[in-house]
């Protein structure tokens, strides 16, 4: 199975900030990498796909890039509506597998 | 508007079975794989596996963790998704979700407790 390694596990901002959070593979996946935001109580939203591409409806002030097997995912000027975990997950290789995620709160 | 809807949760004793069910609308169901999902509260999501689509035969995918003791199907002619678990057991209890194939979608998702 490919590990995704994300980090760090939380995060604090305030509002305007720019965060990123990173996942490392086990193995290259080949830009197979999509990111999630999750708030409580309900399901995970894609952001991200192909490492980068932005899914229809997502802020500009979201961005994504990487290779091989280091990916970074980012939000220039946080908003109090991305206060939320965030998830990876690859799916180059079976299993799919996601990343421990990253909670994010306000500083 | 793709729009997909668990149902059959709810509490189940160890080594017992459930059934959930995964309604699909909004899309051509038969051209898509579908995926299963689940979240234990606080946790990260762990893909579960998938059924094919029909230029591929319905044939299905797991994870190793739960191959064996799961089993997904589907009806193309009800635009349904099923998950059959078996055996269940205390760490099997999570949030329950059906995804589209690209895990573009997902539904609301439906809890699973499993205890005595």
């Known amino acids: 199975d490919i590990q995704m390694t994300q980090s760090p596990p939380s995060l604090s901002a305030s509002l305007g900030d720019k965060v990123t959070i990173t996942c490392q593979a086990s193995?290259?996946?080949?830009?197979?990498i999509a990111w999630y935001q999750q708030k409580p109580g309900k399901a995970p939203r894609q952001l991200i796909r192909y490492t980068s591409t932005l899914v229809s409806g997502t802020p500009s002030r979201f961005s994504g890039s990487g290779s091989g097997r280091d990916y970074s995912f980012s939000i220039s000027n946080v908003e109090s509506e991305d206060i939320a975990s965030y998830y990876c997950l690859q799916y180059d290789n079976l299993p799919r597998t996601f990343g421990g995620g990253t909670k994010l709160e306000l500083k | 508007e793709v729009k997909l809807l668990e149902s059959g949760g709810g509490l189940v004793q160890p080594g017992g079975s459930m059934r959930l069910s995964c309604a699909a609308s909004?899309?051509?169901?038969?051209?898509?794989?579908m995926n299963w999902i689940r979240q234990p509260a606080g946790k990260a999501p762990e893909w579960l596996g998938f059924?094919?689509?029909?230029?591929?035969?319905?044939?299905?995918e797991y994870n190793p963790s739960v191959k064996g003791r799961f089993t997904i199907s589907r009806d193309n002619t009800q635009n349904m998704l099923y998950l059959q678990m078996n055996t269940l057991r205390a760490e099997d209890t999570a949030t329950y979700y059906c995804?589209?194939?690209?895990?573009?979608?997902w539904g609301q998702g439906v809890m699973v407790t499993v205890s005595s």
């Open positions: 909004g899309f051509t169901f038969t051209d898509f794989y």
């Open positions: 059924i094919r689509n029909k230029a591929n035969g319905y044939t299905t």
């Open positions: 995804a589209r194939f690209s895990f573009d979608y």
């Open positions: 193995q290259n996946i080949n830009k197979y």
